[in-house]
């Protein structure tokens, strides 16, 4: 991973697309800092598409397309992608997405969860979700080690369903899909951008970003992802100086003054 600050203005004016992770990534432990949320206006301001790509529930998604400079929201680790067109707000789900008795399977799948990993717990935002299943492992307390965090993704797997660990939860889904495929779907489909790897930056900060650094080779960790970099096998191709969203801003700073 090379610093930030070593992207050129070359690479710079091939960006139309910023898409970033929130949890750790825009967020500093677990709030919006001003200087990260100004970033987005500068960016929407700038003209650049701005698209946030998260494992946070449907409910978040529909307030963050409503009320943040966005062009579009990616949800629940890609089941859908909210955004508007003819200022009516619109829906995109991934086809791949389990039909029948979700919630039943999911059911399943949490109570092995629970009782196979002692501290886990359900997501609180969990009233808010459609398609898929948080478990905290760190978010609120008591916070678990990623071993725990990687012990429920291996139940959540052995039971057939998807799982990735973010930086707060491990998020299982039925459906064969996750972060990139959504984002792929969306900006090829709908927004008609024939060569995305080449005009998305990406910033992310967790394993469950590892599609997305593998994809798109504009890439950036904000500086909190170090502690998981041994835990995963695609890391960004750069990070900043700063964590969280001071460290998004930081980026946001040096792309703009390119």
Same mark, same amino acid.
């Given at each position: ?212 650094? $593998? ?5 950036? #960790? ?6 998981? /970099?041994? =835990?995963?096998? %695609? @890391?960004? $191709? ?5 964590? #969280? ?6 980026? /946001?700073? =040096?792309?703009? %003054? @390119?």
């Amino acid at each position: 991973m090379k610093p930030f600050s070593h992207f050129s203005p070359g690479q710079a004016a091939r960006i139309r697309y910023v898409l970033a992770d929130i949890d750790d990534t825009l967020t500093t432990g677990g709030k919006l800092p001003a200087a990260a949320y100004a970033a987005l206006w500068r960016l929407h301001d700038a003209g650049y598409r701005v698209i946030p790509v998260t494992g946070r529930p449907a409910g978040w998604c529909d307030l963050i397309i409503r009320q943040w400079p966005v062009d579009a929201v990616v949800g629940e680790n890609g089941a859908f992608v909210y955004h508007f067109s003819g200022g009516q707000l619109r829906t995109l789900v991934h086809p791949s997405v389990a039909t029948g008795d979700i919630q039943g399977r999911l059911e399943a799948v949490k109570e092995a969860c629970l009782s196979g990993v002692p501290g886990c717990r359900v997501a609180r935002d969990q009233f808010s979700r459609i398609y898929d299943l948080a478990i905290d492992f760190c978010e609120d307390p008591p916070r678990l080690s990623l071993e725990e965090a990687e012990r429920v993704c291996a139940i959540c797997r052995s039971m057939g369903a998807n799982a990735k660990v973010s930086s707060i939860h491990v998020n299982t889904w039925f459906g064969d899909y996750d972060k990139l495929a959504a984002s792929l779907l969306f900006l090829e489909q709908t927004l008609g951008e024939a060569d995305p790897a080449a005009t998305v930056l990406y910033f992310g900060d967790s394993p469950n970003d590892e599609p997305m650094f $593998a994809h798109f080779p504009n890439s950036c #960790g904000v500086a909190n992802i170090r502690p998981f /970099v041994s =835990h995963m096998r %695609s @890391l960004p $191709a750069y990070v900043t100086a700063q964590s #969280g969203g001071q460290g998004f801003a930081e980026a /946001v700073e =040096h792309l703009l %003054s @390119l």
